[in-house]
Nanobody, 123 residues
């Protein structure tokens, strides 16, 4: 079992930056592939970024590639999402998720979820 708590969301103007953090409980954080997903009002939850257990490989949705960076610090049991050049269409609730797989971009393959953090980008 792992519990996830996101932080770092907020209101930012278009073109600005935010850094999301996801703190995980437990001593087996490095055993989980980690990912970020988001859900905008009236839309389905979508994949944003993922990182393998060791942090050696990362994956991004085309919509955020080149603007967002996922990273993890296994010593701190934390995964991050650095978001730059934010756009109004990035407005959503952002969720951190963990999978027992090496990595996944699919929400249904994630066994554990955080409660979400709101990101609002104004134009």
């Amino acid at each position: 079992q792992v519990q996830l708590v996101e932080s770092g969301g907020g209101l930012v103007q278009a073109g600005g930056s935010l850094r999301l953090s996801c703190a995980a409980s437990g001593r087996t954080f490095s055993s989980y592939g980690m990912g970020w997903f988001r859900q905008a009002p009236g839309k389905e939850r979508e994949f944003v970024a993922a990182i393998t257990r060791s942090g050696g490989s990362t994956y991004y949705a085309d919509s955020v590639k080149g603007r967002f960076t996922i990273s993890r610090d296994n010593a701190k049991n934390t995964v991050y999402l650095q978001m730059n050049s934010l756009k109004p269409e990035d407005t959503a609730v952002y969720y951190c998720a963990a999978t027992r797989r090496l990595v996944t971009t699919k929400s249904y393959e994630c066994e554990f979820w955080g409660q979400g953090t709101q990101v609002t980008v104004s134009s």
